[in-house]
């Protein structure tokens, strides 16, 4: 059984940091497959933050580019993503998310992940 666990929320006034940190358990850490963390903020969608490819290859929102890094620890089945020069349109619940395949151009859609996390609050202050 898959399961994936964030942590690291929390509140910060704009400006802060935050890391947030996903477990997962339940399958082979190196098997191919991209990990990704997404954002809801209330009465919006879902959107994609962040991605990681099995390789390494990275990919971001534009609105996160240059404030934000993910970064994956295989040995310790840990997904990560730091988040610095918080803003408050940052704030909203963050999952963790994994695919079954790779992730090719579909890194930041919903719809390429097969199992997600329960998520974490992350709340900025102007």
């Known amino acids: 059984q898959v399961q994936l666990v964030e942590s690291g929320g929390g509140s910060v006034q704009a400006g802060g940091s935050l890391r947030l940190s996903c477990v997962g358990s339940?399958?082979?850490?190196?098997?191919?497959?991209?990990m990704g963390w997404f954002r809801q903020a209330p009465g919006k969608e879902r959107e994609g933050v962040a991605a990681i490819s099995p390789g390494g290859g990275l990919y971001y929102a534009d609105s996160v580019k240059g404030r934000f890094t993910i970064s994956r620890d295989n040995a310790k089945n840990t997904l990560y993503l730091q988040m610095n020069s918080l803003k408050p349109e940052d704030t909203g619940m963050y999952y963790c998310?994994?695919?079954?395949?790779?992730?090719?151009?579909?890194?930041?859609?919903?719809?390429?992940?097969?199992?997600w996390g329960q998520g974490t609050q992350v709340t900025v202050s102007s």
């Open positions: 339940g399958y082979s850490w190196v098997s191919p497959s991209c």
């Open positions: 998310a994994r695919a079954s395949d790779f992730c090719y151009g579909r890194a930041l859609l919903s719809n390429l992940y097969n199992y």
